[in-house]
């Protein structure tokens, strides 16, 4: 079985601050690492996507999130964030024989203060 | 744009009385998946279709059913909505099953029921 745990369920940060959003996942099997952004009233989207090669991974709106397989994680930073970043984010994990099912973690809601 | 498309955005529906909720998508993709997605929780996933093939979580209650008439809609039946129903549901696709592809998200329909 698969698992993940973010470990903030709420991050408050002023604009152009820095931010890390923690990650933890447990596997048995070699996995795939995604983390999706969620606005209000809106459905999940793809932010960016860990599957095979380097273990930085960068979106286009200035995330990035690095696979550690030795500590089991998969934090997300960005390192000056706007106030449009406020939204709930949600790190997820597939591998082995879970065809593709997302395990989800419970979500950080990131806020940014001006 | 190749996408997902939830219709409605918000539903109210009364205590006892079905509902159908509905997605379409134009991304060509063999699986379409629901999840039920409480406030402040992460998405769970109720079932999934492979092209025709369905696949119910094992704790998905009776009340929901499914129907994939075609490759580009899938309908989500809850025949006797409680109050406990309320929530929002998302519909995802994705290319395939193997772990490595990503879901792509509609935005969603928030069920009320009165």
């Known amino acids: 079985a698969q698992s993940v745990t973010q470990l903030d369920s709420q991050v408050p940060v002023f604009e152009e601050a820095p931010v890390e959003l923690r990650c933890n996942y447990s596997s048995s099997v070699s996995v795939y690492l995604f983390w999706y952004v969620q606005y209000p009233n809106q459905g999940l989207q793809l932010l960016l996507k860990?599957?095979?090669?380097?273990?930085l991974v960068e979106s286009i709106n200035g995330f990035e999130a690095e696979f550690n397989k030795s500590q089991t994680s998969f934090h997300l930073r960005k390192p000056s964030v706007h106030i449009s970043d406020t939204a709930e984010y949600f790190c997820a994990v597939t591998g082995g024989t879970s065809y593709g099912k997302l395990t989800f973690g419970q979500g950080t809601i990131l806020t940014v203060h001006p | 744009d190749a996408m997902v498309i939830q219709n409605p955005r918000y539903q109210v529906t009364q205590f006892g009385k079905p509902v159908t909720l509905s997605c379409s998508q134009t991304?060509?993709?063999?699986?379409m998946y629901w999840y039920q997605q409480k406030s402040s929780q992460a998405p769970k996933l109720l079932f999934h279709y492979y092209d025709k093939d369905f696949n119910n979580e094992a704790d998905t209650p009776d009340n929901f059913q499914s129907r994939r008439p075609n490759t580009s809609f899938c309908f989500l039946d809850i025949r006797s909505p409680g109050l406990g129903d309320a929530a929002m549901y998302l519909c995802a696709t994705s290319r395939g099953t193997i772990s490595n592809q990503p879901q792509h998200f509609g935005d969603g329909t928030r069920l009320s029921i009165l």
């Open positions: 860990y599957l095979s090669g380097s273990t």
């Open positions: 991304l060509n993709h063999n699986v």
